[in-house]
């Protein structure tokens, strides 16, 4: 039985392009999708447009709906989770907070006092779902697309035995702008990274199979047109938001001209995993990292889901485009055997070796009939390790918080977050971690 179970199905935008995605191929036909997702209203709506996507592609894929993932989870091959515990109330509380100390974040979702806390809330009901599919569906595998991903992968797999992958679409994205910046189609470019989620190294890039990095460090020189980049930047341009986020590339350039390689994800949260680029607001702003577009994002999801309810009105067809995303695609290699190559959240067996081997690293993987195979990478350059390993020391002790329930582990990962360390004292960390406390307190009762 081919059966995926979409945790968090509620998301309308991850849900519906899920969806779309596993109906576009036609060798592979999906038995069951189950939708699972507390908020029943919503949950009617995109269990109407999954019915309406598998009619527009004439597929006979049963979609079943719960607000109760046990009832569902039995045979299932896999479980996704879009989960975000606590919504953009309890989000706005991990930004506004910190700033009264004076510590301004952009995204803060992965580390710092706004991915720790994000941490705290979304852990216990993953390792619930985790120790379900012990039960249930114990050879399943666990797609994860919740952040912080390697903190949440790393506390899940010291506890579990269930096969848990974390997913991001930082690698793909980089690539499709690194793409754009050249002005090559993205089908010339290859390339191969690795490091940790959001700070994967592009440790090699090529247009049609030379080394591309010469043009790259030529483009980086000139600053301006750095900056008339995002005339071109093809991701997160693209973003249905009011106004428009605009990516301005001038953190990742400089990390490149200084440490010698391209990071994943984007400069606004590039600039948060380091002490360089948010010392003050003249910086912020001079560096364009100033826009909190991701609780914008997180609040528009209703936007986007009223939007689906008036396609839904319409007799048309809901529109549906492939999209890049890895889970479909993993998928597909695994039920058709036709290999995949994705980069992947799973712990460092030793992958790559010079990270810690009790951390989560993401690395290529190669997904085929046979399951999900994380690819060697060796050593990867030492200041690009020692950059990586700055973040993963906060991943452990995030990881040690959710497991042992310690408020000191809480305060420690914080204080040690690189750009928490350089903005505030660690009296005013622990002032500031005790009022996110209190904010957090019914998700966190069980803390001493």
């Not at 912020?284 to 997180?298: A, G, M, N, P, S």
Request: proline share 5%; aromatic share 10%.
């Amino acid at each position: 039985m081919k059966k995926v179970v979409i945790i968090g199905a509620g998301s309308a935008m991850f849900t519906k392009k899920l969806i779309g995605d596993l109906m576009s191929y036609d060798d592979v036909d999906v038995d069951n999708i189950s939708l699972v997702d507390i908020d029943v209203k919503k949950l009617a709506v995109m269990e109407k447009v999954a019915k309406r996507i598998v009619k527009q592609f004439g597929k006979k894929t049963t979609i079943e709906v719960t607000n109760d993932s046990k009832t569902v989870l039995k045979d299932a091959t896999f479980v996704t989770s879009t989960i975000g515990v606590g919504g953009p109330e309890m989000y706005a509380k991990d930004l506004e907070i910190p700033d009264k100390y004076g510590l301004h974040q952009c995204v803060g979702d992965i580390i710092g006092p706004g991915g720790m806390f994000r941490f705290l809330r979304a852990y216990p009901v993953l390792l619930g779902i985790c120790h379900d599919m012990e039960e249930l569906c114990p050879d399943a595998y666990f797609f994860n697309y919740t952040n912080p991903m390697a903190p949440l992968c790393l506390a899940l797999s010291s506890v579990t035995k269930i096969k848990i992958f974390g997913f991001c679409h930082n690698v793909q994205s980089t690539a499709l702008q690194l793409s754009a910046y050249l002005g090559v189609d993205r089908d010339r470019v290859s390339y191969w990274a690795a490091g940790i989620n959001h700070m994967d190294w592009f440790l090699q890039f090529k247009v049609d199979g030379k080394d591309a990095y010469p043009q790259l460090k030529e483009l980086s020189k000139d600053k301006v047109a750095v900056k008339r980049l995002v005339e071109v930047e093809p991701d997160y341009s693209q973003q249905e938001l009011e106004p428009p986020v605009r990516l301005v590339d001038l953190i990742r350039f400089e990390i490149m001209d200084h440490f010698g390689k391209f990071p994943s994800e984007s400069p606004f949260h590039m600039g948060e995993y380091c002490p360089y680029f948010r010392k003050n607001e003249q910086m912020i702003k001079d560096y364009c990292v100033d826009d909190r577009w991701w609780l914008r994002h997180e609040r528009y999801g209703d936007v986007y889901y009223e939007k689906l309810v008036k396609e839904l009105e319409s007799k048309d067809n809901i529109e549906v485009e492939k999209t890049f995303e890895y889970a479909p695609e993993i998928m597909h290699a695994y039920w058709s055997g036709i290999p995949f190559r994705a980069n992947l959240n799973v712990m460092n067996t030793g992958l790559i070796s010079n990270l810690p081997q009790d951390s989560v690293v993401e690395v290529p993987c190669y997904t085929d009939s046979e399951g999900v195979h994380p690819c060697y990478v060796g050593e990867i350059p030492q200041e690009l390790a020692a950059l990586n390993i700055t973040n993963i020391t906060v991943h452990k002790l995030m990881a040690l918080a959710g497991n042992e329930k310690k408020i000191n582990r809480i305060r420690n990962a914080v204080k040690l977050d690189p750009l928490t360390a350089a903005m505030c004292t660690l009296g005013q960390i622990d002032d500031m971690v005790d009022e996110l406390f209190e904010a957090n307190k019914k998700y966190l009762k069980d803390f001493t």
